[in-house]
């Protein structure tokens, strides 16, 4: 089994900055591609950023791209999601997921391809 730790959420103000982290643990952390969703109430889970196992290529929401930067260090958990700039639209859950597969350095933006989950980690921007 894999298990994922989320943390680092937070209430701040526009414009301020947060750092998440995903700690997982419980199976071979450097085989695994990992993303970040984020969730308001009422609305389905939406993509944020990506990152591959091996080589780190990464993705992200047009919504987030160049605030939010995602990284992993394969030799030990957690990874992050740096979010800087942050908007009251940023309010929502986070959740950091991990994904099973055999293929090397794909990114999965769709959250069906993600075979475990945090409980995730509430942020909120206001204004």
């Known amino acids: 089994q894999v298990q994922l730790v989320e943390s680092g959420g937070g209430s701040v103000q526009t414009g301020e900055s947060l750092r998440l982290s995903c700690t997982v643990s419980g199976r071979n952390f450097s085989m695994m591609p990992i993303g970040w969703f984020r969730q308001v109430p009422g609305k389905e889970r939406e993509f944020v950023a990506a990152i591959t196992q091996r080589n780190g290529q990464t993705k992200y929401a047009d919504s987030v791209k160049d605030r939010f930067a995602i990284s992993r260090d394969n030799t030990k958990s957690p990874v992050y999601l740096q979010m800087i700039s942050l908007k009251p639209t940023d309010t929502a859950v986070y959740y950091c997921?991990?994904?099973?597969?055999?293929?090397?350095?794909?990114?999965?933006?769709?959250?069906?391809?993600?075979?475990?989950w945090g409980h995730g980690t509430q942020v909120t921007v206001s204004s």
């Open positions: 997921a991990a994904a099973v597969t055999r293929v090397f350095d794909v990114l999965f933006t769709c959250a069906r391809c993600y075979a475990y």
